[in-house]
């Protein structure tokens, strides 16, 4: 079946140091990948996306590429702050069957520190 | 502003009490989906539907009633609530899911 893990958290850095949030996918076909962020108290709000292999995904600083041959997409920020503290989610949605549901992984938490 | 709108944010209601969350797009989508947040569960698929009158079960639908009688409407009905339905939810939608969903605020139920 369709399933996405991701890193086990939680994960505490310090202002300006680096992140990667390691994800790792199983799916039949070429899923879409998504990387989800909720922050405290907070709905789900879409951080980037890539729909095809090679393709990279970026917004706010953060970047993720769609690695078919390692079925992988880990999210990356050089230089992470204090506002990015959240959880982080990964997620697909397969391209066969099922269409319509988003597949997530279990989150991971992140605590940036000043 | 684009979105998707829940209410109530907050319910504590009792055992066996019907009630219903609301859920509303303004962005003329096809897709819309109902999920369920738990902690060390992740986040579950309850109901889904494709367009006015389609739905279709999730991951996790017992307890739960759908209906798609508006384009813009997806409400979710508990019609006798159990204390394993508290929970965050969350409604989504999509005009074409290959590109993601836009996700609510939530709602966070609580049955006692």
């Known amino acids: 079946g369709n399933s996405v893990t991701q890193m086990e958290g939680p994960v505490t850095l310090s202002e300006e140091a680096f992140l990667t949030i390691n994800c790792t996918y199983t799916?039949?076909?070429?899923?879409?990948l998504f990387w989800y962020v909720q922050y405290p108290g907070e709905g789900l709000q879409l951080l980037l996306k890539?729909?095809?292999?090679?393709d990279k995904g970026s917004n706010k600083g953060f970047e993720a590429t769609y690695r078919k041959e390692t079925t992988s997409f880990h999210l990356e920020k050089g230089s992470v702050q204090v506002s990015d503290s959240a959880v982080y989610f990964c997620?697909?949605?397969?391209?066969?069957?099922?269409?319509?549901?988003?597949?997530f992984g279990k989150g991971t938490k992140l605590t940036v520190n000043p | 502003e684009a979105q998707v709108t829940q209410n109530p944010r907050y319910l504590i209601t009792v055992t066996g009490k019907k009630l219903t969350v609301t859920c509303s797009q303004n962005m003329n989508h096809e897709y819309m989906s109902w999920y369920r947040q738990d902690p060390g569960l992740g986040l579950r698929q309850i109901y889904y539907s494709m367009n006015v009158e389609v739905t279709d079960k999730g991951d996790v639908p017992e307890g739960y009633k759908v209906s798609r009688k508006e384009k813009r409407n997806f409400p979710l009905i508990l019609e006798s609530p159990s204390p394993n339905q508290t929970s965050l939810y969350f409604c989504?939608?999509?005009?074409?899911?290959?590109?993601?969903?836009?996700f609510g605020s939530g709602t966070r139920l609580t049955v006692v």
């Open positions: 890539a729909t095809k292999a090679d």
């Open positions: 997620a697909l949605i397969p391209t066969q069957g099922g269409s319509e549901k988003l597949v």
């Open positions: 989504a939608s999509s005009s074409w899911t290959q590109y993601g969903y836009t």
């Open positions: 799916a039949t076909g070429y899923p879409s």
